[in-house]
């Protein structure tokens, strides 16, 4: 069977979580059960419930001569029935790589009841080997099976030579209807785990088409909005640099000069572009992408990096991408301009409304009211227009000694 996406992880939350430490696994996040593990969990079932059946079949028996051939029937349910519900237990494991090994049971069930007859208590441990063969097989081997296993129950009836009158409905016809029946439960099982397994696969193949998307439509509006123009800039001045070498030297120099400044502006622009997409990770929760971003700042700047989670938090991809590129923006200037000791990176949710704030305890500074930086400095700017994006708002509070706040507010279901 192929791989069942139970769905997608959600965002990690709990306490404050230092920068040194693991985030911890969602409690909510779903498991990833692929089609042998979800096989292997029934069958263990269907041997739990022989196991269980044979207590009550042999408790039924109390009071009566257990023959040897009775008590080797015991003995071989019982072991198979541990084996399939051991803890270490690899049965369930090989039936799954090797399905021969259920009509091995088919004939075990046969044996069992032609040792102790059709009216045994011990037929009731029989019932889980067509479950076993409706999950295990397909239709047409599932059907063959069942006629083989109700096929032989009759014969055996009928060897007895004991009439209808003498053995009643139940044992007669009911357990072979009863056979019938949970072959069939087994097969729609099968069947409906299956549609399930298609619809999961189909559902992250859009999942992932989407997402690549998303990522094409981030990378040309980065490049668009910060790579191309500069790139721009630096033709421009290209194109004229030949004219100002023939007529004024002096100014070409200093035109070549721009032009180095502006060549590893564009590179450092491309790293930026690059880096903030390699740290955005949609198929993560956004708590993980951003503990993992502030424990490589504190081992980057020897400066201890906090991040709380006040709630289960997570926005759409494009939100996300611009929620990551502004806390990484706000850590690099706390790295470059605050001198802090600590920085803490908090999520939190009001309402709609996604908060992040990032806060530091450094030398801070006195920010203009257009909420620009200091002249030559466009991270600020940056951030705001991000913020805009996303559909939200970024306000800074600062003060000379009195530390940075950046709060970013975006709306949890995308923006506007």
Known sequence: MAPSLLGPPAAAAGPS??????????????????GEDFTRQVIATAFLVRLLSLVAAVFGLVGQVLTPGVLVVIGLLGATSYLGVARRGRLPAVVVRHPALAMV????????????????????????????????????????????????????WQ??????????????????????????????????HA???????????????????????????????????????????????????????????????????????AAAQARAILDRMRADQPDRPLAQVLGERCRAYAVEHGTPCELTCEAV????????????????EALRNAAAHADASSVRVRLSTQGELLQVLVSDNGRGFAPRPDGSGPRGHYGLRGMHERAELAGGDLQVTSA?????????????????
């Open 400 to 416: 000379p000694g009195a530390g940075t706040v950046v709060a970013l507010r975006v709306p949890r279901g995308g923006s506007s």
């Open 313 to 328: 938090v997570d926005v759409p991809a494009d939100v996300r991408y611009e929620v990551v590129a502004v806390v990484e």
């Open 195 to 265: 549609e399930q397994v298609e619809a999961m696969r189909a559902l992250a193949t859009s999942h992932a088409l989407r997402t690549g998307a998303e990522e094409r439509a981030r990378l040309a509006r980065e490049m668009h909005d910060s790579l191309a123009k500069t790139l721009h800039g630096i033709a421009l001045s290209a194109s004229a640099l030949p004219v100002w070498v023939a007529r004024d030297p002096e100014r070409a120099a200093a035109s070549a000069g721009r032009l180095a400044d502006d060549a590893a502006r």
């Open 105 to 156: 049971d088919v004939l075990l069930v046969l044996l069992v009841v032609h040792v102790v007859g059709v009216d045994s208590p011990l037929v009731l441990a029989t019932f889980s080997t067509a479950l076993l063969v409706g999950v295990v097989f397909p239709v047409p081997v599932a059907a063959v099976l069942t006629v083989v296993l109700v096929g032989g129950y009759t014969g055996v």
């Open 159 to 192: 060897a007895t030579g004991v009439p209808y009158a003498g053995l009643g409905f139940s044992v007669a016809f009911g357990t072979p209807i009863l056979y019938v029946c949970l072959v069939g439960v087994g097969a729609a099982v099968r069947a409906v």
């Open 17 to 34: 979580l230092p920068a040194g430490a693991a985030l911890p696994a969602d409690a909510g996040a779903r498991r990833v059960i692929d």
